[in-house]
Nanobody, 118 residues
């Protein structure tokens, strides 16, 4: 089993930057994929960015491409989502997710709120 614990988030102003963290523990050597998702009030959960746990093959949704970046610290089994040029449309509950097989996110973080004031 793998546990994901998120940190970061908060209230920022439009144009600000923020970094979310997702720390994995347990059988982290089995992780193959990871991603960030978000869910805004009244909307469905959407994919933000993700790829292989190794960092290869990362892709971004059109809405965040060029503004958000995934990075990682393997020694800490932690992945980060750096968010630049935030807008009110980025306001949502953000989740990190990971899995041991392609396309299956079996493990989820607890979620962290990002609120961007315009």
């Amino acid at each position: 089993q793998v546990q994901l614990v998120q940190s970061g988030g908060g209230l920022v102003q439009a144009g600000d930057s923020l970094t979310l963290s997702c720390a994995a523990s347990g059988r982290t050597s089995t992780l193959y994929i990871m991603a960030w998702f978000r869910q805004a009030p009244g909307k469905e959960r959407e994919f933000v960015a993700g790829g292989l746990w190794s960092g290869h093959g990362t892709r971004y949704s059109d809405s965040v491409k060029g503004r958000f970046t995934i990075s990682g610290d393997n020694a800490k089994s932690t992945r980060y989502l750096r968010m630049n040029s935030l807008t009110a449309e980025d306001t949502a509950l953000y989740y990190c997710a990971a899995g041991t097989t392609k396309g299956a996110y079996a493990f989820w973080g607890q979620g962290t709120q990002v609120t961007v004031s315009s």
